[in-house]
């Protein structure tokens, strides 16, 4: 049988005190530990056998944080373009109106009176040619 290389370390005794480097001052995180009283969960060390599980879930949730915001990106944009399809139909169809309206020929006649032209009131003719006169 293979020998076991884990490496346990010797149980501290009461009279050794264990040092810790300390910072010149309180921080942040060292009175967060403090309040969340983290060092009971990890008394053993941390659980490095969950890790690829817990960055799985950051992963899933970053993931879909970013799907949401691209979801909401685009909806925002598909009703901006609604709008102004809106706003560019409105227009087509006022402008169609102002050209059905100017293409009348009574408006037509009322406009070139003014250039000096006259609306003929002969009906017009056609012409035909014999193709010997071509």
Not at 33 to 58: H, M, R, T
Not at 110 to 122: A, D, P, Q, T
């Amino acid at each position: 049988m293979s020998e076991n290389k884990f490496k346990i370390e010797p149980q501290h005794r009461g009279n050794e005190a264990r040092v810790k480097p300390s910072a010149p001052g309180p921080s942040l995180f060292s009175g967060l530990e403090k309040k969340l009283k983290l060092e009971s969960y990890f008394e053993s060390g941390f659980p490095v056998k969950y890790l690829p599980k817990i960055l799985f879930a950051v992963l899933l949730s970053m993931l879909y944080i970013s799907n949401t915001h691209y979801a909401e990106k685009a909806t925002r944009r598909i009703d901006k373009m609604q709008t102004e399809v809106e706003d560019l139909r409105a227009d087509y169809t006022t402008l169609k109106a102002d050209i059905m309206y100017a293409s009348k020929q009574s408006e037509v006649a009322r406009r070139v009176k003014e250039i000096g032209l006259k609306e003929s009131l002969n009906p017009p003719f056609k012409v035909v040619v014999d193709r010997s006169e071509y």
